[in-house]
């Protein structure tokens, strides 16, 4: 029974990763009766080989750990945790990078680690607060250009490091600690938001999406070179994590590091604020008065800016609602946070609402209240959030088809759709789920809520760094034993 359960679960995630794991399950079963009936039986060690299989080396892990199980019982042991981090973001309102390092480390410390955050004092001097005592803040004066002053801060390390016991594991987010300093650090990982082989990707679609009046951007071929540096520079760090499957991939085939220095861990967004609350979402809906008739509710949120493809599906929404007036009578656009196309907008009719940023609870009910949520970025870099609480909301979701969404979001039609990011695959896109209809995106969003919950909860990330920081403390904790 509890294997049948879990050769089911593990078909659910549609990966490699499975068949190759029910593959080896089927291939010791029958190896295993091939042994057993036939005087010919070459060696016991292979099926004892399989056995072992069950037992996983964590640092040679290919596949995103959040496809493992950890234990929530409390941590067998309590790790002093440094955090290097450009900027500590004001509440809710934060970027990619900031959000992940503020759910990530909040749930650490709520675990009872010992964390060290070395960041930037803020600008207006109120240094953060939050109810843990094991949980402690130095900050630094940032430089003109706003990274960490490192010979500060690298100082308020040493210090920190010399008190009381030394620190078992040292994360940064990005650069937050530059090679530098860290290349002597061998109980240290970096994880990245974005490296510039996937930037290549979107100066490409910027390029395409050029109108002839604006100039080109100088940056083509000096991103090229920006890879080869990165490519020098980033063995400094000890261990690697990648936000996507994609960018795992690109640093050990690309980056050339070692593959047991590089570890995936997707991003988790907390499933206690985002997750289906209908009638959160319909009661979001009765305010803003939209009616019953509205029979799709688009939404979109983030920075309104160009990097985020607003130009783009402006121009297809528009061409669209020109096109087809039954479209444009049935469709409500919900368009959350700021940014110089929240104005433009407007331009398109009254049935497209921009609600300005929205504080995380204000959000949550936003995504329950549409039908689908539309993510036309032009970044391909990192692994968008906005995407993930949608997912938990338990909606589908459509996106551009960028290589860490197709490679971990998105993996197939099920829960959602993708689209090229040009005017006209994202009109094809639109009709195709405005045909679709309701129906179809529910069982579309249930499809992505599972998903969702078996890889992008922020439980999920938090377990799976706190056993990668457990594995660089002590080599012990690097097995694991897969539940069977
Ligand atoms: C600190 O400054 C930021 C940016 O100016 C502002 O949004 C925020 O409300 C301020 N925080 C406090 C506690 O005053
Ligand atoms: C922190 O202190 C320990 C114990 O003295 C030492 O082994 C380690 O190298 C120090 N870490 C760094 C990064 O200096
Ligand atoms: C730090 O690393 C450099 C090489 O990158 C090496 O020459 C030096 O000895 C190391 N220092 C320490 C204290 O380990």
């Keep these: 029974m509890a294997k049948d359960l879990i050769i089911s679960t593990m078909f659910r995630f549609h990966n490699f990763y499975c068949i190759i794991a029910v593959l080896s399950a089927f291939s ?33 892990f290919p596949y995103a750990w959040n496809l493992l199980s950890f234990s929530a ?83 308020q390390f040493q210090t920190q490091n010399m008190t009381g016991r030394p620190f078992d594991v040292v994360h940064t987010e990005s650069v937050g600690l530059l090679h530098t300093r860290a290349k002597n650090v061998s109980n240290l990982a970096v994880t990245w938001h974005g490296i510039a082989y996937e930037t290549i990707h979107s100066d490409i679609i910027q390029e395409l999406l050029r109108t002839p009046e604006t100039q080109r ?30 960018a ?45 008739s509205r029979s799709l509710v688009l939404g979109m949120a983030g920075r309104l800016v160009k990097d985020k493809g607003h130009p783009l599906i402006f121009e297809a929404l528009k061409q669209v609602f020109l096109e087809n007036k039954e479209f444009q009578q049935s469709v409500t656009v919900l368009v959350a946070g700021d940014g110089p196309w929240g104005a433009r907008y407007k331009d398109l009719g009254a049935h497209i609402l921009v609600l300005g940023p929205l504080e995380q609870a204000q959000l949550a009910k936003f995504y329950n209240a549409i039908d689908i949520f539309v993510n036309p970025t032009l970044r391909a870099q990192g692994l968008d959030h906005t995407l993930l609480e949608a997912m938990l909301t338990g909606k589908p979701i459509m996106a551009t088809r960028v ?71 002590k080599e012990e904790y690097c097995r694991h034993q897969k539940s069977s």
């Excluded at 992940?100 to 749930?107: E, G, K, N, Q, S």
């Excluded at 604020?273 to 209908?278: A, D, L, M, N």
């Excluded at 706190?466 to 594995?471: G, I, P, S, V």
């Design 73 to 155: 019982d409390p941590p067998p042991q309590i790790l002093k945790i440094a955090l290097f981090v450009k900027k500590w973001p004001h509440r809710s309102r934060a970027g990619g990078l900031e959000r992940h390092a503020l759910t990530l480390h909040l749930a650490l410390a709520k675990r009872g680690h010992e964390l060290h955050i070395f960041t930037a004092s803020p600008p207006n001097s109120s240094s953060p607060s939050y109810p843990f005592a094991n949980l402690v803040f130095h900050l630094s004066k940032p430089t003109s250009g706003g990274y960490l002053e490192q010979a500060v801060v690298w100082n």
């Design 217 to 246: 951007a100088s940056m083509m071929t000096e991103r090229t070179a920006k890879v080869v540096e990165e490519v020098k520079f980033f063995p400094r760090y000890s261990h690697h994590v990648a936000t996507s499957d994609h």
């Design 403 to 473: 290589a860490s969404i197709t490679g971990s979001v998105i993996v197939g039609p099920e829960m959602g759709y993708t689209f090229s990011p040009s005017v006209e695959s994202l009109k094809t896109t639109l009709y195709r789920v405005w045909n679709d209809g309701r129906a179809v995106l529910e069982k579309k969003g249930e499809a992505a809520r599972q998903r969702g919950m078996q890889l992008f909860t922020a439980t999920k990330m938090a377990a799976a760094y706190e056993r990668l920081f457990l594995c660089i403390s």
């Design 248 to 292: 795992g991939d690109v640093l050990k085939r690309i980056y050339m590091i070692p593959e047991e220095r590089v570890h995936i861990i997707l991003n988790g967004v907390d499933e206690e604020i985002f997750r289906p609350e209908p009638s959160q979402g319909n009661e979001f809906k009765r305010k803003l008065g939209i009616s019953k």
């Design 28 to 60: 010791f079963i029958s190896i295993f009766y091939w042994c057993h009936f036939s005087s010919n039986c070459y060696s016991m060690n292979f099926i004892m080989m399989q056995k072992q299989k069950e037992v996983i080396d964590l640092l040679t």
